[in-house]
């Protein structure tokens, strides 16, 4: 592999958006190979803004999901990886939200961004597009950040703000919550009994709000963990991913890593040229 170069710069929102916004990240990654990077499901909705050129994503990997170009894009939870055509070159900020993030943020429900793709602006209207320039034409990462607190801080004013943003359920919020902390290693009868709600009940509402249901997000949690794992600097052998990350063997691992990735595990990191750059 030719000599590369990866920078990332990991920030936290200002205090007041820190019930909506996990993180922010910068990154730029230049002199990998031409490939294609499998952005992985996990537990946050993700807004990626690009600082090079445009975005060349797919809904999921080398399943003939068509390619969109994007300055900026929104994601909701999903249920597979996304598919992101690099050149070996990029340049931009990861922005995670939590689910009560879409709602504050967004204005919509995170259920209505589940398994989909859709431009930022789309979303923000005209702060979008002015989040995109802002970012741009900022010339540290720092600036960048500052840009985002301003800009997300008047998305959530203009929704409303504080109590008056309509609230994801406190239970479905305590049931994110209690999956999330757990892995998804956690039966979902045993969090609705604790919730004091039936499992079917439980389902519908985490999934009118989510957009996945419980069981579905327990799995993605998951294997966010195994991936977790298998992107670590001095990564276990997949039997040990397999063990730490509760499943129950390498097979059922290597089944849903297929789901989850479209590939193999062993196919997943020939193909992942990035991994180098963390």
Not at 6 to 27: D, E, I, M, N, Q
Not at 109 to 130: K, Q, W, Y
Not at 160 to 169: A, S
């Amino acid at each position: 592999m030719e000599d590369h170069t990866a920078t990332g710069v990991v920030a936290r929102p200002a205090p007041a958006l820190r019930s909506y916004v996990g993180s922010y990240v910068g990154f730029d990654l230049r002199g990998f190979p031409t490939g294609v990077h499998c952005g992985p499901p996990g537990r946050v909705l993700t807004a990626v803004i690009s600082l090079s050129g445009p975005l060349e994503m797919a809904s999921g990997v080398d399943d003939g999901s068509p390619v969109t170009r994007f300055d900026s894009v929104a994601g909701g939870l999903m249920r597979r990886s996304v598919a992101i055509h690099h050149d070996g070159r990029q340049q931009g900020v990861l922005v995670s939200l939590t689910p009560l993030g879409a709602r504050a943020v967004y204005g919509v429900p995170a259920a209505a961004l589940a398994d989909r793709l859709v431009p930022l602006d789309e979303l923000l209207g005209a702060l979008g597009a002015e989040l995109v320039d802002r970012l741009r034409a900022a010339t540290t990462w720092a600036g960048r950040f500052a840009a985002l607190d301003e800009l997300f801080l008047r998305a959530v004013g203009r929704t409303g703000g504080g109590d008056r943003v309509p609230r994801t359920g406190p239970e479905v919020a305590e049931a994110w919550r209690r999956l999330v902390a757990a892995r998804g290693r956690v039966q979902v009868g045993a969090v609705a009994a604790e919730l004091g709600w039936s499992r079917r009940h439980l389902t519908e509402r985490f999934r009118d709000e989510v957009g996945l249901s419980p069981k579905t997000f327990a799995r993605v949690l998951r294997f966010e963990h195994a991936h977790d794992l298998a992107t670590a600097h001095d990564p276990l052998p997949w039997a040990g991913v397999a063990t730490v990350s509760g499943y129950a063997d390498q097979a059922h691992l290597v089944r849903d890593w297929r789901e989850f990735t479209g590939r193999s595990p062993t196919a997943w990191r020939r193909g992942e040229v990035l991994l180098g750059g963390g």
